[in-house]
């Protein structure tokens, strides 16, 4: 799952990297994923825990702690640089899109 092999991230992965950067545990994962979205992105258990174990293999995120059951994990500093790289080409994206505003009634461009 290295960069390489991802030109972007799916939004799932996103909003994880985003809810990590500060440590936390699934359940709080997933809640801050809805939080930061909006309600527009709910992950469920399999695909967060499937992604986290991806991530972990990858030095995307480390765990922090145990309490209890609970993992807690955190972004580590190739994550974020994977985080920022994928914020940075979607708003190069949306930059670039921005004459759509523009547009009259989908006329032609």
């Known amino acids: 799952?290295?960069?390489?092999?991802?030109?972007?991230?799916?939004?799932?992965?996103?909003?994880?990297?985003?809810?990590?950067?500060?440590?936390?545990?699934?359940?709080?994962?997933?809640?801050?994923?809805?939080?930061?979205?909006?309600?527009?992105?709910?992950?469920?258990?399999?695909?967060?825990?499937?992604?986290?174990?991806?991530?972990e293999k990858e030095g995307i995120i480390r765990e922090t702690g145990t309490e209890g059951r609970k993992r807690y994990y955190q972004v580590t500093a190739h994550g974020y640089d994977m985080l920022l790289e994928e914020y940075r080409r979607l708003k190069r994206l949306v930059t670039e899109g921005s004459f759509l505003e523009n547009l009259q009634g989908g006329g032609e461009i």
């Open 1 to 55: 799952m290295a960069r390489e092999a991802y030109q972007s991230l799916t939004e799932q992965m996103y909003y994880i990297l985003l809810a990590l950067l500060e440590p936390r545990c699934g359940v709080d994962i997933s809640r801050r994923v809805s939080e930061i979205s909006g309600q527009r992105i709910q992950i469920g258990p399999g695909t967060l825990y499937t992604l986290l174990a991806k991530f």
